[in-house]
C-alpha cells in the first residue's frame, strides 16, 4: 500500500509540474503558434487595399501620397498601442532633402537644340545656375579612372567638357564593380565628380536606356526633382552634367562611329578613347532653385521584458512610384505587401503582450520612405539610429511577399518564398530560420537571390543592406516578382495571393518570436560579403 501511495504522489507531482510548465518554454512555443494564426488573409488584404489604393496615389517619397501613407501607418500603431522612440515627432523620423526645381535650360551642340524632357535631362543635386560654352569635347569611354581599367590615360581635359556612357565595362566576364552596393559602384554621380576633379566644366552623359524614360512622362512633369544630400551628393552640387539621349548622341559622333561605340558599350565592352575630340561646339545653359524638403520613416516599439534593452527589427518600405501623368503606380507588391505585413505582425505582438506574453527583447517595427530612390530612409535611419544597432540582434526586412515569381520552374511556387542574407554576418542565423520554417510553416527555402554571383544582385537592393553594412545580421523575405508588373501601374491589389502572403508573413513573425525571446543574441562571427 506504501508504495503504491509513493507512485500515486509521484505522479500527481508530475502532473502539478505539467500545468505549472506554461511558464517555460512550452508557453512561449505554444503563444507563438496562436498569435501567429491571428495573421490572416483578410486582414493584409484589408491593410493593403489602403495602402495599395488611389488614395494614396503611389506613395512617392516627399509627395502628398508617401505623407499620406506616413499618417495611416502612425495611425494603426497608435490603435495598437505600440510606443514611439523619443526624440523624434510621434511616430516619425524626418530625414532631409532638397528639391530642386529646373526653372530654364538649353542644350545645344552644333546648330542643333534640343528639347528638355525629351532629349536630355539636367540631374538633381547639379548646381543651379549654368552657363557653359565649349569648343572641346573630349570622349572618355565610361568616364572611369580604376586600377583595373582607365579610360582617361593621359587625356588632358581641363576646362573641357567631357562626354562619357552610363555604365561600366566587364573584366573578365564581371562587371568591373562586381559584387559592390550600388553606392559603392561607378555611378554617375562619381565619375561627374571624377571629371570635375580632373578640371573638366562639365559632363555629357550617354544613357541608351533613357529613351525609355523621356517623352511626355518627363516633359512638363519633372522639372522637380527630389535628392538625399549624401556626402558623394554634397560633392555633385558643384559638377555640371547633363544626361542625353541617342539620337542627340548621334549628332555628336556621327551615325556610324555612335553606332560602334553603343555597341560595344551595351554589350560592356572596352572602349578605346585615344584622343577623340568628338565635337567643337557646346552649350549648356540652365537654371534651377532648390529648396529644402523631407520625408519620414515610421517607427513604432514593443518595449521587452528583462532583455528590453536589445532589439529585433521588422522592416518593410512603404514608398512606391507614385504617379507619371496622372497614372497611378499602385505598389501593392512593391512593397505595400511588406508594409502590410509589418502593421500586421505589429497587432500579432501587440496583442500577445495585453494577454501576458510580452516579447523579451523589445521589437520595434519601421517602415521607411526613400527605397525607390535609393535606400534613403533605411540609411538615414542606420546613420542615425534611435535604438543602438550593436545591441540590435537581427533586421528581418520585407520587401515583396504578395506574388508568385512566374520565371520559377522548380519545386512548388504556390509555397515558396525567397530568403537572402541567412547565412551572412551571423553563423547562427540559418539553422533558426530553417528550423522555425520545419517546425511551423514548411514553405520552400529558395536561395536563388542569395548566391553571391546573382546578376539581380538583391543582396544590396533593400533596406535591410544598410543594417547588414553596419554588421547588423539581417533576412531578406522576398517573392522574385521581377516581372510582369514590377515598377508598372499593373501591380495591383487584385494580383496579390494573400493565402501565400499569409504563410509567408506568419513564417516571418514566428522567426521574430524566436529572435525575441531566446537566450541570446546573435553572434556576429562572420564578414560582409565581399563588396
Same mark, same amino acid.
Given at each position: 500500500?506504501?508504495?503504491?501511495?509513493?507512485?500515486? =504522489?509521484?505522479?500527481?507531482?508530475?502532473?502539478?509540474?505539467?500545468?505549472?510548465?506554461?511558464?517555460?518554454?512550452?508557453?512561449?512555443?505554444?503563444?507563438?503558434?496562436?498569435?501567429?494564426?491571428?495573421?490572416?488573409?483578410?486582414?493584409?488584404?484589408?491593410?493593403?487595399?489602403?495602402?495599395?489604393?488611389?488614395?494614396?496615389?503611389?506613395?512617392?517619397?516627399?509627395?502628398?501620397?508617401?505623407?499620406?501613407?506616413?499618417?495611416?501607418?502612425?495611425?494603426?500603431?497608435?490603435?495598437?498601442?505600440?510606443?514611439?522612440?523619443?526624440?523624434?515627432?510621434?511616430?516619425?523620423?524626418?530625414?532631409?532633402?532638397?528639391?530642386?526645381?529646373?526653372?530654364?535650360?538649353?542644350?545645344?551642340?552644333?546648330?542643333?537644340?534640343?528639347?528638355?524632357?525629351?532629349?536630355?535631362?539636367?540631374?538633381?543635386?547639379?548646381?543651379?545656375?549654368?552657363?557653359?560654352?565649349?569648343?572641346?569635347? &573630349?570622349?572618355?569611354?565610361?568616364?572611369?579612372?580604376? %586600377?583595373?581599367?582607365?579610360?582617361?590615360?593621359? %587625356?588632358?581635359?581641363?576646362?573641357?567638357?567631357?562626354?562619357?556612357?552610363?555604365?561600366?565595362?566587364?573584366?573578365?566576364?564581371?562587371?568591373?564593380?562586381?559584387?559592390?552596393?550600388?553606392?559603392?559602384?561607378?555611378?554617375?554621380?562619381?565619375?561627374?565628380?571624377?571629371?570635375?576633379?580632373?578640371?573638366?566644366?562639365?559632363? &555629357?552623359?550617354?544613357?541608351?536606356?533613357?529613351?525609355?524614360?523621356?517623352?511626355?512622362?518627363?516633359?512638363?512633369?519633372?522639372?522637380?526633382?527630389?535628392?538625399?544630400?549624401?556626402?558623394?551628393?554634397?560633392?555633385?552640387?558643384?559638377?555640371?552634367?547633363?544626361?542625353? =539621349?541617342?539620337?542627340?548622341?548621334?549628332?555628336?559622333?556621327?551615325?556610324?562611329?555612335?553606332?560602334?561605340?553603343?555597341?560595344?558599350?551595351?554589350?560592356?565592352?572596352?572602349?578605346?578613347?585615344?584622343?577623340?575630340?568628338?565635337?567643337?561646339?557646346?552649350?549648356?545653359?540652365?537654371?534651377?532653385?532648390?529648396?529644402?524638403?523631407?520625408?519620414?520613416?515610421?517607427?513604432?516599439? &514593443?518595449?521587452?521584458?528583462? %532583455?528590453?534593452?536589445?532589439?529585433?527589427?521588422?522592416?518593410?518600405?512603404?514608398?512606391?512610384?507614385?504617379?507619371?501623368?496622372?497614372?497611378?503606380?499602385?505598389?501593392?507588391?512593391?512593397?505595400?505587401?511588406?508594409?502590410?505585413?509589418?502593421?500586421?505582425?505589429?497587432?500579432?505582438?501587440?496583442?500577445?503582450?495585453?494577454?501576458?506574453?510580452?516579447?523579451?527583447?523589445?521589437?520595434?517595427?519601421?517602415?521607411?520612405?526613400?527605397?525607390?530612390?535609393?535606400?534613403?530612409?533605411?540609411?538615414?535611419?542606420?546613420?542615425?539610429?534611435?535604438?543602438?544597432?550593436?545591441?540590435?540582434?537581427?533586421?528581418?526586412?520585407?520587401?515583396?511577399?504578395?506574388?508568385?515569381?512566374?520565371?520559377?520552374?522548380?519545386?512548388?511556387?504556390?509555397?515558396?518564398?525567397?530568403?537572402?542574407?541567412?547565412?551572412?554576418?551571423?553563423?547562427?542565423?540559418?539553422?533558426?530560420?530553417?528550423?522555425?520554417?520545419?517546425?511551423?510553416?514548411?514553405?520552400?527555402?529558395?536561395?536563388?537571390?542569395?548566391?553571391?554571383?546573382?546578376?539581380?544582385?538583391?543582396?544590396?537592393?533593400?533596406?535591410?543592406?544598410?543594417?547588414?553594412?553596419?554588421?547588423?545580421?539581417?533576412?531578406?523575405?522576398?517573392?522574385?516578382?521581377?516581372?510582369?508588373?514590377?515598377? %508598372?501601374?499593373?501591380?495591383?491589389?487584385?494580383?496579390?495571393?494573400?493565402?501565400?502572403?499569409?504563410?509567408?508573413?506568419?513564417?516571418?513573425?514566428?522567426?521574430?518570436?524566436?529572435?525575441?525571446?531566446?537566450?541570446?543574441?546573435?553572434?556576429?562571427?562572420?564578414?560582409?560579403?565581399?563588396?
Amino acid at each position: 500500500m506504501g508504495n503504491k501511495i509513493r507512485v500515486w =504522489v509521484l505522479k500527481f507531482s508530475l502532473l502539478i509540474a505539467w500545468f505549472l510548465l506554461p511558464v517555460g518554454a512550452f508557453a512561449q512555443n505554444d503563444a507563438a503558434q496562436k498569435y501567429a494564426s491571428g495573421i490572416t488573409a483578410n486582414d493584409l488584404k484589408k491593410y493593403l487595399t489602403i495602402i495599395a489604393g488611389a488614395d494614396m496615389e503611389g506613395r512617392e517619397t516627399a509627395t502628398h501620397g508617401q505623407r499620406k501613407a506616413a499618417a495611416y501607418i502612425e495611425s494603426e500603431f497608435k490603435v495598437l498601442g505600440l510606443k514611439h522612440p523619443s526624440g523624434i515627432n510621434g511616430y516619425q523620423q524626418s530625414f532631409p532633402l532638397f528639391k530642386d526645381t529646373l526653372l530654364y535650360s538649353s542644350l545645344q551642340i552644333g546648330k542643333n537644340k534640343y528639347v528638355y524632357g525629351t532629349d536630355y535631362t539636367v540631374t538633381a543635386g547639379t548646381p543651379l545656375n549654368v552657363d557653359i560654352k565649349s569648343t572641346q569635347v &573630349i570622349f572618355v569611354g565610361y568616364g572611369i579612372e580604376d %586600377k583595373k581599367y582607365n579610360d582617361y590615360g593621359d %587625356k588632358e581635359v581641363k576646362g573641357k567638357i567631357v562626354i562619357f556612357f552610363s555604365g561600366e565595362p566587364k573584366i573578365n566576364g564581371k562587371n568591373l564593380t562586381f559584387g559592390m552596393a550600388r553606392s559603392e559602384q561607378w555611378s554617375t554621380n562619381k565619375k561627374a565628380i571624377l571629371a570635375k576633379q580632373k578640371g573638366a566644366v562639365a559632363a &555629357i552623359v550617354i544613357n541608351a536606356s533613357m529613351n525609355l524614360m523621356l517623352g511626355t512622362t518627363l516633359k512638363n512633369s519633372r522639372r522637380t526633382s527630389i535628392y538625399y544630400p549624401r556626402p558623394v551628393t554634397a560633392e555633385t552640387d558643384k559638377v555640371t552634367y547633363v544626361t542625353i =539621349v541617342n539620337h542627340a548622341a548621334i549628332n555628336i559622333f556621327g551615325e556610324q562611329l555612335y553606332n560602334e561605340l553603343f555597341k560595344k558599350a551595351k554589350d560592356g565592352d572596352p572602349l578605346n578613347t585615344s584622343g577623340m575630340i568628338v565635337n567643337s561646339q557646346l552649350t549648356i545653359e540652365y537654371k534651377k532653385k532648390k529648396n529644402p524638403f523631407s520625408s519620414t520613416n515610421v517607427i513604432g516599439y &514593443i518595449e521587452g521584458n528583462d %532583455k528590453k534593452d536589445e532589439y529585433v527589427f521588422l522592416t518593410g518600405h512603404y514608398d512606391h512610384l507614385g504617379k507619371r501623368d496622372s497614372v497611378i503606380f499602385y505598389g501593392a507588391d512593391d512593397d505595400g505587401s511588406g508594409t502590410v505585413s509589418v502593421i500586421e505582425m505589429a497587432r500579432a505582438f501587440a496583442k500577445a503582450k495585453a494577454e501576458g506574453y510580452g516579447p523579451a527583447r523589445t521589437v520595434v517595427f519601421m517602415t521607411v520612405s526613400g527605397e525607390e530612390k535609393g535606400l534613403w530612409g533605411s540609411e538615414y535611419y542606420t546613420d542615425h539610429p534611435l535604438f543602438s544597432l550593436e545591441r540590435t540582434t537581427v533586421d528581418l526586412n520585407t520587401d515583396m511577399v504578395g506574388r508568385i515569381d512566374p520565371d520559377r520552374k522548380i519545386g512548388d511556387s504556390t509555397n515558396y518564398v525567397y530568403i537572402v542574407g541567412d547565412d551572412k554576418i551571423s553563423s547562427d542565423l540559418k539553422p533558426i530560420s530553417t528550423d522555425i520554417n520545419k517546425k511551423y510553416i514548411n514553405l520552400e527555402l529558395d536561395y536563388k537571390y542569395n548566391d553571391p554571383n546573382d546578376k539581380e544582385r538583391i543582396y544590396y537592393r533593400s533596406d535591410h543592406y544598410n543594417f547588414a553594412r553596419k554588421g547588423v545580421p539581417i533576412i531578406f523575405y522576398y517573392d522574385g516578382m521581377l516581372r510582369p508588373d514590377y515598377h %508598372k501601374p499593373t501591380d495591383t491589389v487584385d494580383k496579390i495571393n494573400f493565402d501565400l502572403m499569409e504563410k509567408r508573413v506568419r513564417l516571418i513573425f514566428l522567426t521574430a518570436w524566436d529572435m525575441a525571446n531566446r537566450d541570446n543574441m546573435l553572434n556576429r562571427d562572420m564578414a560582409l560579403p565581399m563588396r
